[in-house]
């Protein structure tokens, strides 16, 4: 981990308030594991919001550029939403520990699943997955076509499917709408999105190899907080407790309190 001043190359909105920022400098050379993800401070004049933490959606360490996807919906994330070409930004990164994906070859089927603004970090872990011969199936799901972001992206590593809870685009529902209409068979599930969608997985597949990102939940980003803290399955009362952004934001499913 470590703190930079990095290049904003580009910044464009792909989906209804869903920004797409591309930033270059040195902290991508630390970057390695796809579900980290980066603090940036956003500052305003002479006022210095706090940091947000943002998901990192594709990595390239030969041009030394990566890519972050973000909501704009609140103070800090719409003024990010502003930066243009050129400008600097101040980077924390990259934190967090990501999906373990060096226990997965070339016999093995990845599902993943992505909710909202979950989907992000899943680009750049289907990437990784496919480099090693992982065949992917891809699940997302949006409020509505207007929200819709990286279908084509997907589909260009795997089958993709797409539900939106208002039947605009692709099935009318949920993820586990498409799920329990197409039953696919896999040997690891890997998922980012809100938390009932993290939960109702964890319940559809209590046997099987899961790993859950709970980045909705998250503040300072590095440890100081204890915003993140979450509680073990099997000791929910008791005082051990995890840390979402230093332990996670990946985790097993069934390891922490949902
Ligand atoms: Fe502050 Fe984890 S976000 S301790």
């Known amino acids: 981990m470590k703190k930079a001043w990095m290049t904003v190359i ?10 797409e920022m591309t930033l270059e400098g040195e902290l991508v ?7 980290q993800f980066v603090h940036i401070r956003v500052t305003e004049g002479f006022d210095t919001l706090l940091r947000r933490p943002i998901s990192i ?6 041009k030394g550029r990566f890519r972050i996807t973000y909501r704009a919906d609140g103070k800090g994330t719409k003024l990010l939403a502003t ?3 050129g400008e600097k930004i101040d980077v924390l990164g990259p934190l967090g ?6 226990q997965l070859n070339s016999r093995d089927h990845a599902l993943i699943v992505g909710g909202g603004i979950g989907v992000p970090p899943l680009l750049e872990l289907t990437k990784q997955l496919n480099q090693t011969g992982v065949r992917t199936t891809h699940i997302l799901g949006f409020q509505s076509k207007e929200d819709v972001f990286y279908k084509n992206e997907f589909s260009y590593f795997g089958d993709t ?29 890997f998922a980012c999105g809100p938390t009932p969608m993290l939960k109702a997985l964890e319940n559809m597949y209590p046997n099987e190899n899961v790993y859950l990102s709970l980045e909705e939940r998250m503040g300072c980003g590095i440890g100081a907080c204890f915003a993140c803290v979450c509680h073990l399955q099997d000791d929910p009362q008791g005082y051990t407790y995890k840390k979402v952004c230093t332990d996670g934001p990946v985790f097993k499913a069934r390891e922490v309190v949902l």
């Open 10 to 19: 580009s910044q464009k909105e792909i989906a209804r308030n869903i920004y």
């Open 29 to 35: 050379e630390m970057m390695s594991s796809p579900g």
């Open 57 to 62: 959606s594709s990595i390239d360490t030969k």
């Open 83 to 85: 930066k243009q070409s």
């Open 97 to 102: 520990n990501g999906f373990p994906i060096a």
């Open 161 to 189: 499917y797409v539900a939106t809870v208002d039947g605009s685009y692709g099935t009318k529902g949920f993820v586990t709408t498409i799920l329990d209409e197409i039953t696919p068979s896999f040997t690891t599930l």
